[in-house]
T-cell receptor, first 113, second 112 residues
Framework: DTAVSQTPKYLVTQMGNDKSIKCEQNLGHDTMYWYKQDSKKFLKIMFSYNNKELIINETVPNRFSPKSPDKAHLNLHINSLELGDSAVYFC????????????FGQGTRLTVV | GESVGLHLPTLSVQEGDNSIINCAYSNSASDYFIWYKQESGKGPQFIIDIRSNMDKRQGQRVTVLLNKTVKHLSLQIAATQPGDSAVYFCAENWGGSEKLVFGKGTKLTVNP
């Protein structure tokens, strides 16, 4: 069984569109994250939720809006997509933020054309 | 600002050799460190972690060393195998916070 699963795996869309990426974890973790990995492989945290509450919100454009309907799900909605949003987006979860390892999904490769 | 960097962006070794990947971190208040392995097309995979009350931790074929004096972290892989070829990241809980900050990554290539 996949521990952290995100969909879709690939997403190609035009500039200006709105898209969502979904993430689910079956590990029973309280904390979930979204990371963005750029073309140089740099991984940067975007958001973190603990027990459905936002605990980390990096300097991310407000076009990006995370939604956590329950502890097992953290979705990422992106409005008015721009070329610079093209990247691989990873969802992750951990038992306790900052003191235990995070488990990552397989990533969603977003390409904005 | 936040900075977790790696001394060598690429590392090429022969199969069977030992590999050492280095990482420098900048926040002296960070107290939890993790090494991740990322294979092509996959998400980062946990390898080993270490807390600041330790200076060495061993796993299966891997050892992590932590030198808090110089804010340096290293990952040693014994008897490197082709399957170890990947990008390796160090990460720290920035300043002891809930935020996991990643370094830039080192690409390890194992030659048969």
């Amino acid at each position: 069984d996949t521990a952290v699963s995100q969909t879709p795996k690939y997403l190609v869309t035009q500039m200006g569109n709105d898209k969502s990426i979904k993430c689910e974890q079956n590990l029973g973790h309280d904390t979930m994250y979204w990371y963005k990995q750029d073309s140089k492989k740099f991984l940067k945290i975007m958001f973190s939720y603990n027990n459905k509450e936002l605990i980390i919100n990096e300097t991310v454009p407000n076009r990006f809006s995370p939604k956590s309907p329950d502890k097992a799900h953290l979705n990422l909605h992106i409005n008015s997509l721009e070329l610079g949003d093209s990247a691989v987006y990873f969802c992750a979860s951990s038992q306790a933020p900052g003191i235990t390892e995070a488990f990552f999904g397989q990533g969603t490769r977003l390409t904005v054309v | 600002g936040e900075s977790v960097g790696l001394h060598l962006p690429t590392l090429s070794v022969q199969e069977g050799d030992n590999s050492i990947i280095n990482c420098a971190y900048s926040n002296s208040a960070s107290d939890y460190f993790i090494w991740y392995k990322q294979e092509s097309g996959k998400g980062p995979q946990f390898i080993i972690d270490i807390r600041s009350n330790m200076d060495k931790r061993q796993g299966q074929r891997v050892t992590v060393l932590l030198n808090k004096t110089v804010k340096h972290l290293s990952l040693q892989i014994a008897a490197t195998q082709p399957g170890d070829s990947a990008v390796y990241f160090c990460a720290e809980n920035w300043g002891g916070s809930e935020k996991l900050v990643f370094g830039k990554g080192t690409k390890l290539t194992v030659n048969p």
